[in-house]
């Protein structure tokens, strides 16, 4: 009888284990997202629409826990509010108001572990990680409220393309759901939070905050083959 259930406990055991590798599946896929941005330290802070596609992979050591990686090229940013001081033809200056847009084109590559909750036709999905951001380029852009400035407006803005930190990081979490379209097809919707950790940029002058970071919130499409 011990030798019977000996056999037996060692056939469950090499089952669940066979069981379990079978589970271990690569999926990869196209992502196209679109969200809001800000960067909430600035001054009178506004959001602007960002953008986002690439590719997105996934490995699934069992049915319900799996480890995800995605690199993204990002258009991201925030409106903000500020003034300048302006000298005009007549020898015055005026404190000229302008609103602002501060623009980052970015490489992201978030790396996070995913609980899924459900069966193969579909799944919620939980997910939180670090992503790495490569900041590839910076832009501003001013509207000042005196037309007279716009023509100038290239000479009034502060060159930041130098100054911004090239290379950071920020803590990415979200919800979604997959649903299963044919044996090796899945469609995937979910919603993030992103929030930078580091300070991307710091002013040398007074007519915004010395630094901000950035936020984003995203709505995402994914397709696994």
């Known amino acids: 009888m011990t030798t019977l259930f000996r056999h037996l406990a060692a056939s469950l055991l090499l089952f669940s284990c066979g069981s379990l590798f079978a589970q271990n599946k690569f ?28 590719g997105s992979f996934n490995y699934s050591f069992m049915p319900f826990i799996g480890i995800s990686a995605d690199a993204l090229l990002l258009t991201t940013g925030g409106g903000y509010k500020g003034s300048t001081m302006i000298e005009d033809p007549q020898g015055f200056t005026n404190d000229e108001p302008y609103e602002g847009e501060i623009r980052f084109t970015t490489l992201s590559i978030p790396l996070y572990p995913q609980l899924s909750l459900g069966n193969e036709d579909f799944r919620i999905l939980l997910n939180g ?36 930190r090239f290379v950071s990081f920020a803590t990415v979490y979200g919800v979604g759901a997959r649903f299963k379209l044919s044996e090796e097809e899945f469609l995937q919707v979910d919603v993030r939070a992103s929030m930078e950790l580091n300070d991307l940029y710091t002013t040398k002058n007074n007519e915004i905050p010395t630094t901000f970071k950035r936020n984003l919130y995203t709505l995402s499409v994914t397709y696994f083959f």
């Open 27 to 54: 999926t990869a896929g196209g992502r196209i997202g679109i969200g809001l941005s800000t960067l909430p330290e600035l001054n009178e802070s506004s959001n602007i629409a960002h953008f986002a596609f690439g």
């Open 129 to 164: 990680g670090i992503a790495t951001n490569f900041n590839l380029f910076a832009s501003e852009s001013r509207n000042y409220e005196n037309d007279e400035n716009n023509e100038n407006v290239d000479d009034l803005i502060k060159d930041i393309l130098d100054d911004y």
